[in-house]
């Protein structure tokens, strides 16, 4: 498939674009800027398109097959940008899916957003971001698989994960690498027993292919 | 009906209580604080509950037949409570009704929401949150309402309105008193042509009881 990579210059979009160019699918890489093209090609993006998440983006969608939602604002800017960015890009992104007839859509979430009031002062405002962009998707007719890693880490792909379909119950002292979550989202891309689910993953001690399969 | 105000305090919300007093419904209006009790009372309140928009607020749907969301953060708080109040407060709402059994959901929206990217970067995360409550709501199996009015005025209630299902072409030099929105958020309650419809409204020169039946 050709899978559009929107986010593609963030830190799991990068690992995504890399394990897209080691697997049997394509890398459409969605990028803001001129600069970012090179960086991309060197992970071997088949594609670089440049489009702004806050302007219209749908021309990215020629020609795509699936797509990879994996941008966010990230810490530095405000919650203006969390509800234009990693809440309503989401929304326009499988708005144009739907237009374009693409329907296979996986997104990458964040544990918490089951919950967004128990996630504290500081997380509730990305939770609630997270959480109804999920719920939005899930309201649509597309083949959404929503992935909702812990806390991110550095670390080498381990391919070794847990995933728990209602939630762990304690994230205490545990994380993922960007790397495994890039792992995950690319590898549940044609397993259709992942079609229609949402299910929050970490590090674990079990192959991936294991634990995607039990999904 | 026992209609509950989410939002009661606010500049709409105290004309709702207000409307709702001089109707056939009774009112009970949603407060934060103890020191807005009597106001409320003062308004023709029937019942007043204490409870956080940002909390649990389950127990106020208690013995409710109608919901009436006039709930905003208001201009002079960030982005981050436009997520947790405006667009968290409506979703927590609508689910709390959905568990309670209350069918009847009135939402007050905001013109400009059905196409946020046009809104301007000051306008655009406001419009966002207010724009995906909105289809959060229309995803539910609540009988809505969602009223979006244009700029507020502090005029008389003129009963005179203009309503728009596919939205003005032009909102230039238009405003609409918050009493005649007020009036519209009630007077929709029991009007079945207005289940499962979202329209915008400005002042007008038609009586509001015609335009509603347009609608």
Known sequence: MNVLVIGANGQVGRNVVKELAASNHEATAMVRKQEQVDKMKELGASKVVLADLEKDFSDAFEGVDAVIFAAGSGPSTGADKTLTIDLWGSVKAAQYAQEKGVKRFVQLGSVGSNDPD??????????????TADELLQATNLDYTIVRPGALSDEDKSEKIEVSLKGFSSLEGRSIPRADVAHVLVDVLDRNNTYNKVFEVLQGDQPASEQLNSL
Chains 1, 2 share one sequence.
């Open 118 to 131: 128990a996630g504290g002062e500081a997380m509730k405002p990305y939770l609630v971001a997270k959480r």
